[in-house]
């Protein structure tokens, strides 16, 4: 089984290392392994560049100013990632929109400082041989995908090393292999399972014989206590039936005196209630007469009362009539009434109108009278001023 295997294992890498079994389009081939030879670098340096920060003073004197800003750079981002996915998990459900939008923008940002990072490192290929060589073991996630990447191109390049012809013959020998494989995986879990099966079988087996002859001894040992045990119920049985059958006997005389003594005592109760069972008869048939009686006298009050009840009835509808129209004499007279009282507000507010403007009107007659009298008196002082000065004038006149 392990001779196809191995034939096929050493054909694979005969054809890895024969550089004459490439194919026509082998630069395509050669740029496809170049591409993924350079990004298995890349991968290197960018699992670096964490130790690297970690431990800026050893790589001090390899790193230039450039490629320092550049890592300080990636290292604040990195950490602005770490605060921001920590928040994010703490955080409630109210941010999340305004948080998956920064974090998008800080991926972004992450990625160009890493392109940037790896940039510079690959410009100086002595700096990354330095850096190789001095610095520390990668982190366990990283060299598990930096060797499955390996495993990735080494694949990759099989394949194209590979024709269709030897690729078919190829697979078909993995084919029977797998199921060579297969088979005797099933063959050995059959057989495993068997010797189980066999084992329980013999188990069950034994425990089923050694139940057994647990029972046949159990069954002696009961058949024997059993005739032990009725022997002693047997004598037991008949001691009993002996005490029981004394006090039996004894119970039945007792018994027999108890029912002479009932009989006497029944036969003088029987003698009692007959008798008052006859002054009973005679009280209900008293007291039938008396309801008869009652009956008849609650009828008679009943027609009186009924009699009375019609004719009251009667006057309560004639009464009930009146109301009516005495209600609706009343809502006549006090829609009447109402409207008296209407004419009557209105009637007042004329009136209390025709106070303010009398008010008014005297007011304003007594203030044109003041006015007037002003006027005039006035008009008389400025007639004799004027007098008063023609006179003193003439005299002036007459003295000269």
Not at 55 to 74: C, K, M, Q, V
Not at 217 to 228: F, G, V
Not at 369 to 378: C, P, S
Request: with cysteine; net charge neutral; proline share 2%.
């Amino acid at each position: 089984m392990a001779t196809p295997v191995k034939a096929t294992i050493a054909l694979d890498t005969m054809k890895m290392l024969d550089p004459c079994r490439l194919k026509p389009d082998s630069i395509e081939t050669e740029r496809i392994i170049t591409v993924l030879d350079e990004t298995i670098a890349k991968l290197e340096l960018s699992s670096l560049i964490p130790r690297i920060i970690d431990s800026p003073d050893r790589f001090a004197d390899i790193l230039g100013p450039e490629i320092t800003n550049s890592l300080l750079e990636h290292q604040k981002l990195s950490n602005e990632m770490e605060h921001l996915l920590a928040s994010s998990e703490e955080g409630d459900t109210m941010r999340a929109e305004e948080q998956r939008g920064c974090l998008c923008l800080l991926e972004q940002r992450l990625k160009c400082s890493v392109r940037n990072v790896l940039r510079l490192l690959l410009a100086n290929p002595s700096l990354c041989q330095a850096l190789n060589y001095k610095a520390w073991v990668r982190e366990s996630p990283a060299e598990v995908f930096i060797k499955a990447f390996e495993e990735f191109r080494n694949f990759m390049l099989e394949r194209l090393l590979t024709s269709p012809v030897e690729e078919e013959e190829t697979m078909f020998m993995e084919d029977i292999s797998l199921q060579i494989k297969k088979n005797t995986e099933a063959i050995t879990a059959l057989q495993a399972e068997l010797a189980a099966a066999i084992r329980t079988r013999e188990e069950e087996i034994h425990k089923k014989d050694n139940v057994i002859k647990d029972l046949k001894n159990s069954m002696q040992d009961l058949t024997k206590d059993c005739e032990a045990s009725i022997q002693q119920i047997k004598q037991e049985g008949e001691k009993q039936q002996k005490e029981e059958l004394q006090a039996s006997q004894a119970r039945c005389a007792r018994l027999q005196q108890d029912i002479q003594q009932l009989g006497a005592q029944l036969n003088a109760l029987v003698l009692e209630h007959r008798a008052s069972e006859l002054a009973l008869r005679k009280r209900k048939c008293r007291v039938e007469m008396e309801i008869v009686n009652w009956i008849r006298k609650y009828n008679t009050d009943m027609g009186e009362k009924q009699a009375e009840y019609e004719e009251v009835h009667a006057a309560y509808i004639e009464e009930k009539a009146q109301l009516s129209l005495l209600k609706e004499k009343h809502a006549v007279l006090l829609q009447e009434y109402s409207h008296i009282e209407e004419e009557h507000r209105i009637c007042q507010n004329k009136k209390e109108q025709a106070l303010k403007e009398l008010t008014t009107m005297n007011h304003a007659a007594t203030r044109i009278q003041a006015f007037w009298r002003g006027y005039l008196v006035r008009s008389l002082f400025k007639s004799k001023r004027k007098k008063k000065k023609k006179g003193k004038g003439k005299s002036k006149k007459t003295k000269k």
